[in-house]
């Protein structure tokens, strides 16, 4: 892998000694999700369908780049999807850093976006990040009638697989506020989760900038399906537990596999988001009966022994480019 510029012998020795534990507290969470998307007003009726509620339209906004001094416009919703706060962005007219990667990937999630309070606290992080040679895509002013939304996003895309953002103060959180947790399945979000190639190069970048080496495991899948087929698909998991939501890195070995699909389609970067339901029957019940698509499942461990579950994918391609996985694990 490309290694990221170090400045000088210092530098690399105090950026190898950087710890998860050292870096600012707004890495254990993520605040948001930036979705770029080509109808926000159909991704929202989708997600209607799957039981969430919270969303808020904003209508037509105005983008500012304080990087380019450009303006352009979009449709914006944010949505609070079982705990997972999203902003579903649809470009319209000008250039805009939404519109370039809408352009390379379609519809699909951009970026993380971490909440940094004190903006002195944020200038430090993102010098120390320049300094290893990330730099600073864009600096974004998104003004509503629900308040300033502004993000910093960084250079992390190409090799980290994603755009790695900062927001801060209280920048949008009225709009968070205004938009809780609930869903009609009682959903409960579990995971952010993207699809890769390669794990070692991806874990080598995020470890060098301050979050933990991805943990690697290899599952023993039981019934695997694929589009209701059996499929004997296999995949590599790379893990990520610095903050309250884990980061799963999935990664295809043996086709089919929807992570296979989603890299083909989008490329490599944020697949899904997964969600621990209480009655897997239930939920695919509500879901299929409406015309949703189960794209991949299976189960883990020793069915009805403690450690063991189910896991089952929904096909949302044509609301929104993300995939729902869906997760029960058995309690005695």
Known sequence: ??????????????????????????????????WVVSDVEGTMSNYKLLGFSQFMDLGTVEIKSLNTDRSSTARLIC???????????????????????????????????????DVDELKNEIGRLNELGI?????????????????????????????????YE???????????????????????????????????YWQEIGLP???????ELGDPMYYGEPADHELIQGWQRHGSVAYEWCIPVKPPIVYEDHINKHGEGIHHLAYFVKDMDEVLKDYTSQGFLVSMGGTWGEKGKPGSGRYEYIDLESAGGLTMELLWSYKE
Request: net charge negative; aromatic share 6%.
């Open 79 to 117: 949505a609070n999807l079982g705990g997972a706060h999203v902003n579903w962005i649809q470009p319209l007219e000008g250039e805009s850093i939404f519109r370039t990667f809408h352009e390379a990937h379609g519809d699909a999630a951009m970026s993380l976006i971490h909440r940094i309070q």
């Open 170 to 204: 209280d920048k949008g959180q009225r709009i968070q506020t205004a938009l809780c947790d609930d869903n009609r399945l009682k959903l409960e979000l579990n995971q952010y989760a993207f699809a890769i190639r390669d794990p070692q190069a991806v874990s080598d």
């Open 135 to 167: 730099e600073t895509l864009d600096k974004i002013s998104i003004k509503t009638s629900e308040g300033e939304l502004a993000f910093i996003l960084m250079n992390t895309e190409p090799e980290g697989k994603y755009i790695l953002g900062f927001t």
């Open 213 to 219: 080496e991805l943990e690697i495991s290899y599952p």
């Open 1 to 34: 892998m490309k290694k990221l510029l170090i400045l000088s012998c210092v530098l690399a020795l105090s950026a190898t000694g950087v710890k998860s534990a050292d870096l600012p507290n707004g890495y254990k969470e993520v605040d948001q999700v930036l």
